[in-house]
């Protein structure tokens, strides 16, 4: 290596040294800030103040109304350092995460630099992000040491469990989700589990409870019986739905109302039709899908937001294995996935995806990825697509519903920027909410280039 490499050697890590002591001026400055307005000495002052003030002779009215409006006036005050404070402990998390990626990148943990110990600043700011948590919750996301030390293929002496970012926004309903009876039944809160996931506090921290058995359970049906059948009414809990048996959740297609996936657990009705007819519109078959790639080479992949398993079950009988993702809205769908004899994965869209690059042959989602998802959100998920699927891979988008104005200004670009190929392409208006409305399907095969 030259001099000039040892040169920019030399000044690559004063800027990462520089970069580091700005990041701990901005925590360290924050600190502070919290403590002169929160802590005591802030009080005293305000009180001697107080104590110098001379009142004017008003009468009892008028000066229980100004004590009143000082009261109010205090209360919104604490209520806006309350938030500034939770504020404070996200923005910390967000610059601890990036002193750890620096460090790693750039610095053994135990070295110093400029005289700091980052090992030590680390730890401290771990200690100080779970201040006042009880001791299960420090436990379930603290860092733990590692027993034999700094392990230079982890670059660290120490691993965290990995917990959702959103779950610093929301200390109250962490705190609930984390108590329970170590060692004991777990508390049927999957509805307010699942609601704290869809806010970002994803992936939830792991409990040391044991989940609550259906009473009665039998051995499932054997695959392929179980593809089609409904499963027994006590394979599940049913406390969290609304509906408390299959049957309820089969009739609930006739009833008023909006469901999700209304009528996806008649396995007998629509279920049984689906993906099986091409119409060179906007509904694909399977055969037809499969034939656009030499026999054989679908084999793996991933159906999003696959309500009841419906699409992983028809792949089923095709020899190719797909894992599906879903959520509990209202209905036990990932128990009703798992007893047809599938894979169910309890994730969200937002989530990354639990793959490595380069390996799915086949991704597919229908309804799911539309426009209620913000178009930023929504490119960082097709580019984990992309990054999943294998170079000729393909990504069937099954009815992407839009407004007409979105088609071609947001969604079409944003396909073509991320490099998908196009294999198949159709659109087709919805009408059922009137011509005037401008809603719009899209159905797509997309293909990851061989190169």
């Not at 990041?23 to 919290?34: D, K, M, R, W």
């Not at 059948?229 to 009833?255: F, G, H, M, N, V």
């Amino acid at each position: 290596m030259g001099k000039g490499d040892d040169q920019d050697c030399v000044k690559k890590n004063a800027q990462n040294t520089l970069k580091l002591k700005m990041l701990l001026l901005v925590i360290l400055t924050n600190l502070l800030t919290i403590y002169i307005f929160t802590g005591p000495s802030f009080s005293l002052k305000l009180n001697s103040y107080s104590n110098q003030l001379t009142l004017p002779l008003l009468n009892s009215t008028v000066l229980l109304s100004e004590f009143s409006s000082t009261k109010i006036e205090l209360a919104a005050s604490h209520g806006i350092i309350a938030e500034l404070q939770q504020q404070l402990n996200s923005t910390n998390l967000l610059v601890q995460a990036l002193l750890i990626e620096l460090t790693r990148e750039f610095v053994h943990p135990n070295e110093k630099v400029s005289g700091i110990n980052l090992s030590a600043v680390m730890s401290k700011l771990s200690d100080d992000l779970t201040v006042g948590l009880p001791d299960e919750v420090k436990l379930a996301v603290g860092p733990h040491k590692l027993p034999l030390g700094y392990s230079p293929r982890m670059g660290s002496d120490e691993v965290i469990a990995p917990v959702g970012a959103g779950c610093s926004k929301f200390h109250d309903e962490l705190l609930k989700y984390m108590t329970y009876d170590i060692g004991g039944e777990c508390p049927v809160d999957d509805v307010f589990a699942q609601r704290l996931m869809l806010k970002g506090c994803e992936p939830l921290p792991r409990r040391r409870c044991k989940p609550k058995s259906p009473v009665n359970y039998v051995e499932p049906t054997a695959v392929p019986d179980s593809l089609w059948e409904k499963p027994a009414e006590t394979s599940i809990i049913w406390d969290p739905y609304s509906c408390k048996s299959y049957q309820c959740l089969i009739d609930r297609k006739k009833a008023p109302g909006f469901f999700d996936c209304k009528d996806c657990f008649d396995l007998q009705g629509r279920e049984k039709s689906r993906w099986l007819i091409d119409n060179g519109k906007l509904d694909y078959g399977i055969d037809q899908v499969l034939s656009m790639k030499p026999l054989g080479t679908i084999r793996i992949g991933l159906d999003i937001g696959g309500g009841t398993g419906t699409f992983a079950a028809r792949m089923r009988e095709r020899n190719v294995t797909i894992i599906t993702t879903s959520l509990n809205l209202d209905g036990p769908f990932n128990s009703f996935i798992a007893s047809r004899g599938l894979i169910s994965m309890h994730i969200s869209v937002s989530q990354r995806l639990p793959f490595f690059e380069n390996t799915l042959d086949i991704v597919h989602s229908m309804h799911v990825l539309s426009n209620w998802i913000p178009d930023s959100m929504l490119e960082f998920t097709l580019y984990d697509i992309y990054r999943v699927l294998r170079p000729g891979g393909i990504f069937w988008l099954d009815r992407f519903f839009c407004f007409g104005s979105q088609l071609n200004e947001t969604y079409v670009p944003m396909l073509d920027r991320i490099g998908f190929k196009k294999l198949r392409w159709n659109v087709g208006m919805k009408l059922d909410r009137g011509v005037k409305k401008n809603e719009w399907y899209f159905s797509a095969v997309l293909e990851k280039p061989m190169t």
